[in-house]
């Protein structure tokens, strides 16, 4: 990043032990101060002292260490984990010319404090456990009815796609919705923030899965802060919602994405139900779904009885059926529609909404 500061810690994760306000430090080869302007980042000023054999020259540029990059060395600007010093001024300036101003610069940093993001994956602040409070929304111990529910695709860059979206789902009679991931296009912490917003206009209860898109940087956290968990399985109406990641190219095809003993337990374990929805964001058989997992996900649905499979990911509206299984693929948002889904008894019809 420009100017020297980047985010502390671990990449961007808030260190504890950067505290808001100014610190007073007294490096050697001038005066100096650390401004911590929030628990992520803090800057090291560092300049020339009056010393009784006179003006102590600044440090040398054989004395800075190179930086983790291999860059020319700096002396002055400091982050957390990571101390570099910049002589803020030429080594003529004197300290009598340094330290009137000294004040003036600590104010007009203090002042400036939350009026830029310094990083775009910091994870702070921000809406938190969204599906959480989705499913504490859900009416549980009502007699089982018919009903229905949405299914929306990728949001990412079709910001107005999705806006409209949201829009004629506020107009709808739906139970609950399910995002199917890709909120974002780069992960990064101000498109988490609108996208919250945006799901927390449509007055049903609403769900996101993660997204390949929403595990860039420091993405993944930023959806586990926001959303929640990346598994999730909870029963309504008699059916059972299974949503997961199957976001495997995004870990190396680690062959524990999906995690499979996790997906069975889910299918297999509870209460008969008249039906299992599944959701995640990559099909299987896709080339970023690990190709190992293909057969053993596709056969234990089947085992499972599953009803519907549903995901994103391609930005184009698919379906078919495997070993007995339905597979649903929903369109981009930029296509201008998503799939109603209305179950009555052990009946389940799948519609494509334009909008």
């Not at 504490?136 to 007699?143: I, K």
């Amino acid at each position: 990043m420009s100017g020297g500061i980047s985010p502390g810690g671990d990449g961007g994760v808030p260190d504890a032990s950067h505290a808001r306000g100014v610190q007073a430090l007294r490096p050697a080869g001038g005066v100096g101060f650390v401004l911590a302007c929030h628990a992520s980042w803090s800057v090291e000023f560092v300049a020339p002292v009056a010393t009784a054999r006179g003006v102590e020259p600044s440090p040398r540029r054989e004395d800075c260490p190179v930086d983790d990059d291999n860059h020319e060395p700096w002396c002055g600007v400091g982050l957390a984990g990571r101390t570099r010093r910049l002589n803020v001024l030429p080594s003529i300036v004197s300290s009598n010319d340094v330290r009137p101003w000294i004040p003036s610069l600590l104010a007009l940093l203090v002042a400036a404090c939350g009026v830029f993001e310094f990083h775009p994956y910091e994870v702070r602040g921000g809406e938190e456990s969204l599906n959480a409070k989705a499913l504490a929304r859900l009416p549980r111990h009502e007699p089982e009815r018919p009903f229905r529910f949405a299914v929306i695709g990728d949001i990412q860059l079709f910001l107005d796609d999705s806006a409209d979206a949201v829009d004629d789902l506020a107009r709808r009679d739906v139970d609950l919705v399910v995002q199917m991931g890709d909120l974002t296009e780069y992960g990064t912490a101000q498109e988490y923030e609108w996208v919250a917003r945006l799901l927390e206009k449509i007055p049903a209860p609403t769900f996101a899965i993660v997204g390949n898109h929403d595990l860039m940087g420091k993405g993944g956290l930023l959806y586990q802060r926001t959303f929640g968990p990346t598994f999730q399985s909870f029963d309504y109406q008699g059916s059972r919602f299974v949503l997961f990641d199957s976001n495997s190219l995004e870990y190396g095809f680690s062959g524990e994405v999906p995690d499979v003993e996790r997906l069975r337990e889910a299918l297999m374990s509870g209460p008969s139900r008249r039906h299992t929805f599944t959701f995640s964001h990559v099909p299987p058989g896709h080339p970023d779904f690990d190709p190992a997992l293909t057969e053993p996900v596709e056969a234990l649905q089947a085992e499972a009885g599953v009803t519907i499979s549903f995901h994103a990911h391609t930005h184009r509206y698919a379906s078919d059926v495997r070993r007995g299984v339905r597979y649903f693929v929903a369109d981009a948002l930029e296509s201008r529609n998503y799939l109603l889904v209305t179950v009555v008894g052990d009946s389940v019809d799948v519609e494509r909404v334009y909008y």
